[in-house]
Each structure stands twice: as structure tokens, then as C-alpha cells.
């Protein structure tokens, strides 16, 4: 049968979740923990492919095995394998045909921003730390234009291969709590650094570099080169993703 | 002139504040920059010898020194020397005798647990993960109890050295949000260990494995092994110190 995990990971120790020679992934390392307790080989298909350093609270991949082992109990056995960074939450029985790429309908990813002259250094591995204070005002104002469906070819990592640059965002709230901001951004699947660049240019739009009023112009320009930089992984985590 | 800097720190990688033979601690770190900062050997005076993985947002240390830096710009160039999981947020003057630990009116630590079936791996380093459901409005009967002066012997881990285990707690504040437990406890100091029984007790009253009721007889018998187990350091942060 076919079985859909809940995965979550701290991202900073690993190259990302793609499997890949010569270095450690989270996928090859979920594969090699599966591997050991099913005693044969196992190889995953994830949903999202997160980059290095990047973490995830709602990452999902499915398994193909026979096994008598209660699904409410798999995720304790799996973890028994796996090193502390990563942990399966839960384990549910999905169709042979599902994918957990194609068939999902919508993916939510967070980003953090720690926003105080001085970092917390707890938060280094987990924030994006911004010195200058930020204008959470202007930056909703900006998320606004970025909702709906848009060509994000100017919010999208060159050498990305997808074939068509139109997402749609349905949602992009942006919130702080004390020294942290946060985007919380849900879409029915985001490009190559899309939520990267989207939390790098609103960053931009925070400290005045430039104007809620100019996203609509970088996104109908289709140029990475207007957009703003990209920020930094450690601050992203894949949230959830919905079927 | 005596300075009193702010310090944070993510503890996980050093073996404590306190300097010691052997092991890194976070005062030799911080020494080692102030005097390669002054170009000259710098000792500091710690407010709070906090143990090994315990964090800080607001520990406090002082140092004696002629500079012609100005303070505001002190931490920048002390934080240059730093290495990232340490950084001074505060530098001010104080008077020639001032004493970062006698001088102390009141401190606040703070206690993180992760309250759910699966460990959030990016909480790791940062919180004490405890599977079992706790019972928040019993931890909370359980917390008026420890408010106020009392011989704290009970909580208290072998091998202190302090004169006496007396101290005053004047608020002791247990609050959610999601799978997050927050402990905010509020003293005129703290003997050896005790923020982290007085942690390990709550939470075994959150299992009900003990009652509210108990606590003024664990208190009273000034017996250590009346007390909870000791939490783990990592879901501890030293929050600030008022004087």
C-alpha cells in the first residue's frame, strides 16, 4: 500500500531535501531510517523540494510497503531510526496512483524575520535577521498586489525548469509578534526562491527601498533583476500542504 | 570605568556561563573578545552562572576598562569579535562598585516545553519535549503555591553552596499558545537548579502524577526528593535581571 508521511525537519545540517550524491539529504536520510526497519530497500516521493537550510513542519512524502505495523504507530517506529533533527508526525493510507507533488491543491510556507538592531542568537539558524526596523504597514500594503494569479517570473530563481511561471497566491498575511515578523504565504505551488525573493522584496518595501506601488510593475516586468534579493533560508519553513 | 553589558547567548554549543579548565565557557569566549577588542587581558563579573545549554536574552556582566568607544557603539564592536551564537545588546555605565550579581533587585527566567505526541525538531536545543498532554489549569493551581519567601531546599540540587535557601518568588506566570508551555518565573534569585525542578514539579502535576496539594508539603519537608525530576537546560532562558 501506499502510505503519506508527515515529515518534520530542522533543515540547517542537511544540502536540502532532494537526494544527491556527495552530500546528506533529508530524503536519502528518511530512506536510509525506512530502509532499516522494513529491511529492504525504500525510496520516497517528497512533495516539495526544500533547500538547504531550509525547515519544515509540514513536509510529505509517500512510501510504497507492505506492513503490519498500525499506521498510528509507524511514525514512533520510523523515528526510532532517524536522527533528532528529523521526525515523521503521521503516517495515513493513501490511493497506489497518489502523488504528493501533483495532487496537491495548495502549499502554506512561513517566513521569519527577527527585526532588532541585535540578532537573538538562539534564532540564528531559524530567522532572517533584519537590523532596520521595518514598515509592517507598507509591506501589507505591498502583499496585497501579489495576491491572485500572476506570471512570478520576476520572484523566480534563474535555472528554474518549471514550464509555466503563473502560480497562484491565495493568501499572504504578514503579522508581528515582539521583535518577529512574520509572512505566512499559501499558494497553489510557488517557483524555484519564490517565497525567498516575495520575503526578500518585501523587505525591501519595509525599509523604503521601494514602494508598495511598484510590485505591480516588477511582476508584470517578468525580470528576476527587479525584484529584490533573495532571503536567506534559515528563515523559511514549509508549513503544510493540503490535498 | 565599570561597564555592565547585556549579553544573549544560544548555550547548546558552550559548557555553561561560568569559566572553567578544559571547556569553553561563555565568559572566557566573551573575554577573549574584550581583550582582543581593548588589546588587553579583560575579565568580566557574571550576573547568573547559568549551566551548560541553559540560553540567555538578558544575562549581565561587567567589566572595568577606559575607552573612548562610544557606549552605544560598544556592542557592534564587541559583537565583531564575537562569534555569532553570543552577542552583547547593551553596554552602560555603572558605578565603580557596582555588582552584577549582589546588586540584582529581582530576575526572570523562562521555561519552554513542547507539549505534543512528536518533537518539533527546530525546537530541539530550545524546549523540553513532553509527549504527554499536561494539564495547564493544574500547573497553574499547582504555581501559586511556590509564589512568595520560602526555604526552597526542596528544590534546590545537591552540592549548592549558597548561605541560605531562602528566597522570594514573586511571580510565576504559565501560559499556551499552540504546542508552546511557557513557564515566566520571577525571583530575588535562585539556588542551584531551582528554576529547573520548580519546572520538572509542574509538569509532574501536569501529568497528575503529583497534586496541587503537594507542593506546600514538598516545600516544607525541604527534601529534594520530594521535588520533581530536574528539567532538562535547554528549555531554559535566562530573561532578564533587574537591579
Known amino acids: 500500500m501506499r502510505i503519506l508521511l508527515t515529515v518534520a525537519y530542522d533543515g540547517t545540517k542537511y544540502f536540502g531535501w532532494q537526494r544527491q550524491n556527495d552530500f546528506v539529504s533529508i530524503q536519502e536520510t528518511l530512506e536510509i531510517a525506512l530502509s532499516k526497519l522494513f529491511n529492504k530497500k525504500i525510496l520516497v516521493i517528497g512533495a516539495s523540494r526544500t533547500d538547504t537550510g531550509v525547515h519544515a513542519m509540514g513536509q510529505r512524502a509517500v512510501l510504497d510497503i507492505e506492513t503490519t505495523i498500525p499506521l498510528t504507530n509507524l511514525p514512533y517506529a520510523i523515528n526510532n531510526y532517524l536522527p533528532k533533527d528529523i521526525r515523521v508526525h503521521k503516517a495515513m493510507e493513501v490511493q497506489e496512483n497518489f502523488h504528493p507533488q501533483y495532487d496537491a491543491k495548495n502549499k502554506t510556507y512561513r517566513y521569519k524575520i527577527y527585526n532588532a538592531p541585535f540578532q537573538n542568537p538562539v534564532l540564528n539558524s531559524y530567522t532572517w535577521h533584519v537590523p532596520k526596523k521595518l514598515d509592517i504597514e507598507k509591506m501589507r500594503e505591498a502583499s496585497k498586489h501579489i495576491l491572485g494569479e500572476h506570471n512570478f517570473s520576476a520572484f523566480c530563481a534563474s535555472g528554474a525548469t518549471s514550464k509555466t511561471r503563473v502560480r497562484t ?11 518577529m515578523i ?25 525599509i523604503h527601498k521601494i514602494s508598495p506601488s511598484d510590485i505591480p510593475k516588477i511582476i508584470s516586468s517578468e525580470e528576476r533583476g527587479k525584484a529584490g534579493k533573495t532571503a536567506p533560508p534559515e528563515g523559511l519553513t514549509l508549513m503544510c500542504i493540503n490535498y
Open 169 to 179: 497566491v491565495y493568501n499572504l498575511e504578514i503579522y508581528k509578534e515582539d521583535e
Open 182 to 206: 512574520f509572512f505566512d504565504i499559501n499558494g497553489n505551488g510557488f517557483l524555484y526562491n519564490m517565497v525567498r525573493i516575495i520575503a526578500g522584496t518585501l523587505v525591501y518595501v519595509g
